[in-house]
């Protein structure tokens, strides 16, 4: 009863923050993203049953608390799923800095929920296995199902899993990875989000914003979509700044980045900014601009990675177990 699986973390295109239900990590509204690889979570777990507690390693640190909780509960769900009573061992790690705004939990997640629905001897789809991932976190959903991904709103896990849309966007697209450290927590800002007097305002367009990024994925628009993630990135940032505590995630090498970006954009440079919570960038460009553009991010004074579209999670062989 062991297993190991991969999952790419996610960009997001139109993002969520804040939750209706906390528990089952039920989303106000539809989300889209797209994975980036060669980033990616690793994942083995094993139900044990001379184990006498669950045992959680990430990194090759010891997870207790919140994060603790959230892995119990992906793991206690699979049990339930499974009718087993195991204890589990549980160790992953990321190829990439984490706590940074690049979507480690999504990747984390999604690889955690992939190998326990495979230790645990159950055959579900991707989609299904999405509504498993997303007791950790609404993201992993998405990174499940790979790629360009649709999660969809729902208050069951009939209708609250993740698909995957086909577009023509898959092959071209680069992702300069500007990464600007500034630790950040996702919880705490689904809360603060919720509670801006703008985030009426916010659930008012997200709907049409939704139907409108399906359908320039459809139509394989570079620009399209990516117009419209960057505007997202606005939008979801003034719901988290102007919640109750007033946080403010940029930093100045954030706006730096948003700067060469718009001047890249008027030498007729395809190329489009997004951030998801935190200060870090991602960099939306062609396999053609890429290594200009990076080269520009790269001047803001920061690190960079290029990286591609990313699929769906899946098992690995055994010879790739972390123990």
Known sequence: ?????????????????????????????????????????????????????????????????????????????????????????????????TNIGFGSSASGFAAAAMALVEAAGLDMTHPEISTVARRGSCSAARAVTGAFSHLKNGVNDEDCRSERIETDLEDDLRIVAGMVPSYKETEAAHKEAAESHMFEGRMAHIHGQIADMRDALYEGDFHRTFELAEHDTLSLAATTMTGPAGWVYWQPRTIEIFNAVRELREEDVPVYFSVDTGASV????????????????????????????????????ESEALF
Request: charged letters at 35%; a negative charge; glycine letters at 6%.
């Open 282 to 317: 991602y960099i939306n460009t062609t396999d053609e601009y890429v290594d200009r553009v990076e080269a520009t991010v790269a001047d803001c004074g920061v690190d960079t990675r290029v990286w591609e579209v990313g699929g769906p999670a899946e098992i690995l062989d």
């Open 1 to 97: 009863m062991k297993a190991t699986a991969k999952a790419h973390p996610i960009e997001g295109l139109v993002k969520y923050h804040g939750m209706r239900d906390e528990e089952l990590r039920l989303p106000y509204h539809d989300s889209i993203s797209v994975c980036t690889a060669p980033s990616h979570s690793k994942t083995t777990v094993e139900f044990d049953a001379e184990l006498d507690d669950d045992e959680y390693v990430i990194d090759g640190e010891p997870v207790e608390g919140r994060g603790a909780e959230r892995i119990d509960a992906v793991v206690d769900h699979v049990r339930e799923l499974a009718g087993i009573d195991h204890r589990v061992r549980f160790e992953s790690e990321n190829s990439f800095p």
